[in-house]
């Protein structure tokens, strides 16, 4: 009796297993159904914009649909489509090269389309790159954060398209830290770089065709542009909360975790401190071997930052800052990420450490301008000064608050969701 008790039990576990993942996955395919990316509805509603067209890709390893196909074998395999040119921004078009890393115009061995570079000696394309070309697109993934290149390589592209006469369409992408939150000091002309080429604040809360739109008119590029919108994108998504996978959009952004810290962890690459390049949690690992791991974190936790907790630890990058040493400092654990300020918590820690070490800390030395990298991330020369100063965050905030609510008004003009 016992025997056939336990076997009923059994099955009917099996059965509301099966039947609980069958749920789950028709949910996931309703979901999918209800969401598509720009490159999707392009290729499904909007071929016409391309047919029968010499059409450049500019791209990288985030350009994928929902099943991972890559949109480079997705054009070249379509017969209405004639791709003739390929551009990788920084990393490339296959994703090989590490941060900084000069990429070489090539031939890609796939499809025996020519590559070229859009990063080192030429980060905008020439008349020569677009010879063979009708129609430029784009379609990479941001990861919503003003330092990350590639909407500038975007922006760029769109100055090329309209130098040479040749319309250009962005294929829009979900912002992964959702498109509802804003934050950080917007960018001062003077500090412009390809870490921060408009006056836009660290945290946008933008995708990348809205960005399009605002740099065409607000910086009078005056582009031919189009932009492909997402179905079933909505502002306050996170990546996660999409059908998307997460597909790397650098060697050193592995995941979304990693997005999420990006807009204040990116600052520690303005000083000597390691930001934990050459670890598996590169952004979310900041140290030295001059600090003192639970000193560090007591000190930050002590401020209880919101939606963040600090816990003591220590790594020994393989490459960057600190190679093969072992480096003491904290990692970032994010709590509740509806209230955790990035920015913020990323500028806390730049000042606690330069308050606790002030013999060891340093900023990056200027450069032959004068600036900074520190300056170029934050867009000013304001908060590495008021961090000399002893000025508290609060009276800092205060400072760039005005410029921010300005960009906030000029922003709502090209929202698409």
């Known amino acids: 009796m016992k025997k056939k008790w336990f076997t009923s039990i059994l099955v009917l576990i099996l059965v509301l297993s099966t039947v609980t993942a069958a749920i789950a996955k028709n949910d996931k395919e309703k979901k999918n159904e209800k969401f598509r990316l720009g490159v999707e509805v392009l290729l499904q509603d909007k071929i016409d914009l391309i047919k029968g067209k010499r059409v450049g890709l500019i791209t990288n390893p985030t350009g994928v649909d929902q099943k991972l196909n890559s949109i480079v074998d997705l054009l ?3 017969p209405n489509v004639n791709l003739t040119a390929l551009y990788g921004p920084e990393h490339g078009v296959r994703g090989s090269a590490q941060a900084g890393q000069y990429v070489e115009s ?57 130098e040479n006469n040749i319309p250009i369409i962005v294929l829009d992408r979900p912002n992964p830290l959702s498109g509802a939150k804003i934050e950080g000091p917007v960018l001062e002309d003077k500090y412009s770089s390809f870490v921060g080429e408009y006056a836009i604040p660290v945290r946008h809360g933008m995708t990348v065709g809205e960005l399009a739109q605002l740099f065409n008119k607000e910086f009078r590029i005056g582009a031919d542009l189009t932009v492909v919108k997402m179905d079933g ?11 998307l996978d997460f597909v790397m959009p650098s060697p050193n952004m592995p995941t979304l975790d990693t997005a999420l810290v990006y807009p204040g962890a990116c600052l520690i690459e303005g000083t000597n401190i390691s930001e934990g390049r050459g670890t598996t949690r590169p952004f979310e690992l900041i140290g030295a071997p001059f600090i003192n791991s639970d000193d560090l974190a007591a000190k930050l936790n002590s401020y209880h930052l919101p939606g963040v907790t600090f816990r003591a630890a220590s790594f020994t990058p393989t490459t960057s800052k600190f190679v093969n040493k072992l480096s003491n400092g904290i990692q970032i654990h994010v709590t509740d990420r509806n209230s955790y300020k990035p920015f913020e918590t990323g500028l806390y820690i730049v000042k606690t450490i330069h308050d606790m070490y002030p013999n060891d800390f340093q900023f990056r030395t200027p450069g032959s301008n004068g600036i900074s990298f520190f300056d170029n991330l934050t867009g000013n020369g304001s908060i590495r000064a008021g961090i000399e100063a002893g000025k508290s965050i609060e009276e800092m905030k205060a400072e760039w608050q005005p410029a921010l609510e300005k960009f906030m008004d000029v922003r709502e003009k090209y929202l698409l969701y």
């Open 76 to 78: 070249y395999n379509n």
């Open 106 to 162: 090539y031939i890609d061995e796939k499809t025996g389309v020519p590559v070229y570079s859009l990063y080192g000696n030429t980060k905008k394309p020439t008349p020569e790159m677009l010879s063979n070309v009708d129609v430029l697109l784009f379609d990479i993934q941001d990861v919503g954060t003003r330092y990350y290149t590639y909407i500038y390589t975007m922006a760029l592209a769109m100055e090329a398209a309209k």
């Open 233 to 243: 994108w909505k502002r306050n998504m996170y990546y996660d909360e999409t059908p």
